[in-house]
């Protein structure tokens, strides 16, 4: 089997996504998950690229007539996925952000009074 200078492209792009992305991040409670699923990734995306064939096999085994279609339905499901997890993580962080502004409010305005008190 010959490969051609584009598999050769791909492969190594995914791959290099694949270890960027699994790197850690600060503070990555779910690295081990998160490698996980990266690794299963990075093979499923060498093997259709490599033998691309396998997906229109199992795009037929689950009932979907090509494997483009396949992939379209994987890739709409997975980029749900991420905007609900980043939407769910910028509300957590928006509302970490409220409580520090108002202990910050609530920590200049003690200070203020109490040195309104000592000046009296």
């Not at 503070?27 to 996980?36: C, E, K, N, Q, Y």
């Amino acid at each position: 089997m010959t490969m051609m200078w584009i598999q050769i492209l791909l492969v190594v792009g995914v791959i290099l996504a694949g270890i960027f992305l699994a790197r850690p991040a600060r503070g990555d409670s779910h690295l081990a998950l998160r490698r996980l699923f990266m690794l299963l990734f990075v093979i499923v995306a060498v093997v259709s690229i490599m033998v691309p064939q396998w997906l229109t096999w199992l795009a037929n085994l689950v009932g979907v007539g090509r494997g483009a279609d396949l992939l379209l339905y994987a890739l709409v499901l997975a980029f749900l996925v991420t905007v609900a997890t980043s939407y769910r993580h910028n509300v957590a962080t928006n509302r970490k952000l409220t409580l520090l502004a108002r202990e910050i409010t609530l920590a200049r305005a003690a200070a203020e009074d109490a040195g309104r008190g000592d000046a009296a």
